[in-house]
């Protein structure tokens, strides 16, 4: 519910009138991360187990992920003001990952980081183009999300894995630090050259960071729910909502 307040505040313009002009122009800036953040959460919570059983579920998944491809390309050519036509990176965004979701668990490791490491490597090789630029919000969360679902949090999708406490906290940290980070290295420090290129590309991704973050917490902490024990005669809890897809 907090998201969706969040995401009904900036695109209804109602931050600037109750919250200071930096605290309401930061949480416009990462409108993008909270739509795509919610978009995500509720296909893995709600879609994603619904279609396990379903004979036609590749066909309904590629659906959606048209769907979205057609809204987001929409809006790109579209002249609605900028915090709705930004919102085409989160649904391209989607396209993507919607149908990477929907892929059977567990995924190998390196197709893992193979995808991962692919995407960032068109990143840094085309980093000058027009493209990469624009769609930095989108190329970002594609380099994250491997290695959130498939690396670090793989028991979101696989019910059946285990991850280390320790590394999830590293996996988290990271995502608060780092474009905290970043932003102090291009606003504070201001670096030239390649490292000055690298670090503004990462400040421009910085919605990718918040997003992966808000989706892994909502879900951890739904299957941490589910782990606990039932009390003496109580029913057994249900399965977590992000069972295996079949």
């Keep these: 519910m907090a998201v969706v307040a969040a995401i009904a505040g900036v695109l209804l313009e109602l931050f600037p009138v109750v919250l200071p002009e930096g605290i309401a122009t930061r949480i416009a800036h990462n409108s993008e991360g909270l739509v795509l953040a919610l978009l995500l959460a509720v296909w893995i919570q709600y879609a994603r187990p619904r279609l396990a059983d379903e004979p036609r579920q590749w066909r309904l998944t590629a659906l959606v992920a048209v769907a979205c491809l057609a809204i987001g390309i929409a809006l790109l050519l579209s002249d609605l003001p900028s915090r709705f036509r930004t919102l085409n990176e989160t649904f391209l965004a989607a396209a993507l990952l919607l149908p990477y979701l929907q892929v059977r668990r567990p995924l190998p490791r390196r197709v893992a980081a193979g995808l ?131």
């Excluded at 990143?123 to 000058?128: D, E, G, I």
């Excluded at 879900?219 to 029913?235: F, I, N, Q, V």
Aim: with cysteine.
């Design 116 to 246: 991962s490491l692919g995407v960032l490597a068109l990143v840094v090789l085309f980093n000058r183009t027009g493209a990469v630029t624009d769609l930095a919000e989108t190329l970002g969360v594609l380099v994250l999300a491997p290695v959130a679902f498939d690396l670090v949090d793989r028991r979101i999708l696989d019910p059946s894995a285990r991850n280390g406490w320790r590394q999830r906290v590293g996996w988290y940290a990271f995502l608060v630090v780092a474009p905290i980070l970043l932003a102090v290295l291009q606003y504070q420090v201001g670096l030239a050259g390649l490292p000055g290129e690298a670090v503004r590309y990462g400040v421009r991704i910085t919605e990718a960071f918040v997003c992966l973050l808000l989706v892994e917490l909502y879900l951890t902490a739904g299957l941490r729910r589910t782990d606990r024990p039932a009390a003496p005669g109580a029913e057994p809890a249900p399965a977590p909502a992000t069972s295996g897809v079949g």
